[in-house]
């Protein structure tokens, strides 16, 4: 017995021990994978980014950003968002609470004074009795010696058995009583303290709007540069696939593209963007424009000048040009609109995705849901089989990353 006793001891012990080494082992572990990694998120995209930015993506709302230099001043502002929201629930859940204290106060104090009056109509009753038995017990000694002591000795009874009953009546309506006082005192109680909450609570809520105020301002200037998180791709830019996306999904439904896949070509030619050091402004244009080299033949195909110098400042030999490195005489075939500006600029993220998406849907076969389909179009854009794996990989990577959130429904007809 000792023996099977020392065995279980042991067993557990080794259980809590295998258990204690591994709780350690993924806090460490957890530690070690925030700090290392370099797409830690330390704020969101707030709820008035769709008033700043008229048409900004509804998925876009809350997704977490990568913390830079250039973007404190906008995830400082959502965290004060979040204090806000926070503030604003803990609000709410008290006036609530205030408000069904009210009817149960009143109900405690009813409750208390009915047991009052109850305790007061017994300890009456009680108190009768006990003269009525003095008055009895006094007329028995003073009066008439013949009295029938038989029937006096069972009234007697009876009457201590009345007033026995009546003084444990008296004590249960006296606790009913208390109780009843105690639970209407502990809801007023209640109430005054959640007044007071609530009036620091309306202190904190201004403050907190104050702050929330003063870094509003933020949200401009910080939403073309942040990056989202895990993707690491801005989010005027994502914004940009994502409506490229909805735009052919109506107007060529039959071609079936994806922002992903958009994001794979983003990813290829400008890095979204961000070529040498380029940044989005607010209306999605990179700044400096981003311009690719002379296509003179010496290493690259050779593509005189097209368009007289107007997209790439070139007059001899085109360029290259945009987020998505349109050729010049490429981009006067597809180049659109995207964000509705009235210009059609291929330095623009908007103008730029859309005629990418474009350009890809018109050289699938069969479309852009296959993967045969995707890599005959990513040749025509670039004829480099090692280009077309490196963007089907980066889309697909992206797919995964972004699925339930920003590719919840199905492309139409997929």
Same mark, same amino acid.
């Given at each position: 017995?000792?023996?099977?006793?020392?065995?279980? /001891?042991?067993?557990?012990?080794?259980?809590?021990?295998?258990?204690? /080494?591994? &709780?350690?082992?993924?806090?460490?572990? @957890?530690?070690?994978?925030?700090?290392? $990694?370099?797409? &830690?998120?330390?704020?969101?995209?707030?709820?008035? *980014?769709?008033?700043?930015? !008229?048409?900004?993506?509804?998925?876009?709302?809350?997704?977490?950003? +990568?913390?830079?230099?250039?973007?404190?001043?906008? +995830?400082?502002?959502?965290?004060?968002?979040?204090?806000?929201?926070?503030?604003?629930?803990? @609000?709410?859940?008290?006036?609530?609470?205030?408000?069904?204290?009210? !009817?149960?106060?009143?109900? *405690?104090?009813?409750?208390?004074?009915?047991?009052?009056?109850? &305790?007061?109509? +017994?300890?009456?009753?009680?108190?009768?009795?006990?003269?009525?038995?003095?008055?009895?017990?006094?007329?028995?000694?003073?009066?008439?010696?013949?009295?029938?002591?038989?029937?006096?000795?069972?009234?007697?009874?009876?009457?201590?058995?009345? @007033?026995?009953?009546?003084?444990? /009546?008296?004590?249960?309506?006296?606790?009913?009583?208390?109780?009843?006082?105690?639970?209407?005192?502990?809801?007023?109680?209640?109430?005054?303290?959640?007044?007071?909450?609530?009036?620091?609570?309306?202190?904190?809520?201004?403050?907190?709007?104050?702050?929330?105020?003063?870094?509003?301002?933020?949200?401009?200037?910080?939403?073309?540069?942040?990056?989202?998180?895990?993707?690491?791709?801005?989010?005027?830019?994502?914004? *940009?696939?994502?409506?490229?996306?909805?735009?052919?999904?109506?107007?060529?439904?039959?071609?079936?593209?994806? /922002?992903?896949?958009?994001?794979?070509?983003?990813?290829?030619?400008?890095?979204?963007?961000?070529?040498?050091?380029?940044?989005?402004?607010?209306?999605?244009?990179?700044?400096?424009?981003?311009?690719?080299?002379?296509?003179?033949? $010496?290493?690259?195909?050779?593509?005189?000048?097209?368009?007289?110098?107007?997209?790439?400042?070139?007059?001899?030999?085109?360029?290259?040009?945009?987020?998505?490195?349109?050729?010049?005489?490429?981009?006067?075939?597809?180049?659109?609109?995207?964000?509705?500006?009235?210009? +059609?600029? !291929?330095?623009?993220?908007?103008?730029?995705?859309?005629?990418?998406?474009?350009? #890809?849907?018109?050289?699938?076969?069969?479309?852009?849901?296959?993967?045969?389909?995707?890599?005959?179009?990513? #040749?025509?854009?670039?004829?480099?089989?090692?280009?077309?794996? &490196?963007?089907?990989?980066?889309?697909?990577?992206?797919?995964?990353?972004?699925?339930?959130?920003?590719?919840?429904?199905?492309?139409?007809?997929?």
């Amino acid at each position: 017995m000792i023996n099977q006793i020392n065995s279980t /001891w042991f067993e557990l012990s080794r259980i809590k021990t295998a258990l204690y /080494w591994t &709780f350690v082992f993924v806090l460490v572990l @957890s530690i070690y994978t925030i700090h290392s $990694n370099s797409a &830690f998120a330390a704020g969101s995209v707030p709820p008035n *980014a769709v008033e700043i930015y !008229p048409g900004l993506d509804h998925r876009l709302i809350g997704i977490p950003i +990568i913390e830079k230099e250039n973007t404190a001043a906008l +995830i400082s502002y959502s965290q004060a968002l979040d204090e806000l929201k926070a503030l604003e629930t803990l @609000s709410v859940t008290l006036n609530n609470d205030l408000a069904a204290l009210g !009817p149960e106060s009143i109900a *405690a104090k009813a409750n208390a004074k009915e047991r009052k009056e109850q &305790f007061q109509e +017994i300890s009456k009753s009680y108190r009768s009795l006990l003269v009525s038995q003095y008055q009895d017990l006094s007329t028995n000694q003073h009066g008439d010696q013949g009295s029938n002591e038989p029937d006096e000795l069972r009234k007697n009874q009876q009457t201590q058995s009345v @007033s026995s009953s009546m003084r444990s /009546w008296k004590i249960k309506a006296e606790k009913k009583m208390k109780e009843a006082e105690k639970h209407s005192k502990k809801v007023d109680s209640k109430i005054e303290e959640s007044k007071t909450k609530l009036a620091q609570l309306d202190t904190d809520l201004k403050t907190a709007k104050k702050t929330a105020n003063a870094r509003k301002k933020a949200v401009r200037n910080a939403i073309p540069v942040a990056l989202i998180e895990s993707l690491e791709i801005p989010v005027l830019t994502m914004d *940009a696939y994502l409506r490229s996306e909805q735009v052919l999904a109506a107007s060529k439904p039959e071609c079936g593209i994806t /922002w992903w896949a958009l994001a794979g070509i983003g990813r290829a030619e400008s890095n979204h963007g961000r070529f040498r050091g380029s940044t989005l402004d607010q209306s999605g244009t990179v700044l400096p424009p981003i311009i690719g080299v002379a296509l003179d033949g $010496n290493g690259f195909a050779s593509i005189p000048d097209s368009d007289g110098g107007l997209l790439d400042g070139d007059t001899t030999w085109d360029r290259a040009v945009g987020v998505m490195q349109f050729i010049p005489g490429t981009w006067k075939g597809y180049g659109e609109d995207g964000n509705g500006d009235g210009k +059609i600029d !291929p330095q623009n993220v908007y103008d730029s995705a859309l005629a990418a998406g474009k350009l #890809l849907c018109a050289n699938a076969r069969p479309d852009m849901r296959t993967p045969e389909g995707r890599r005959t179009a990513y #040749l025509r854009y670039n004829n480099s089989g090692k280009y077309a794996d &490196f963007v089907e990989a980066k889309g697909k990577s992206y797919e995964e990353i972004g699925a339930g959130r920003f590719n919840p429904v199905p492309v139409p007809g997929g």
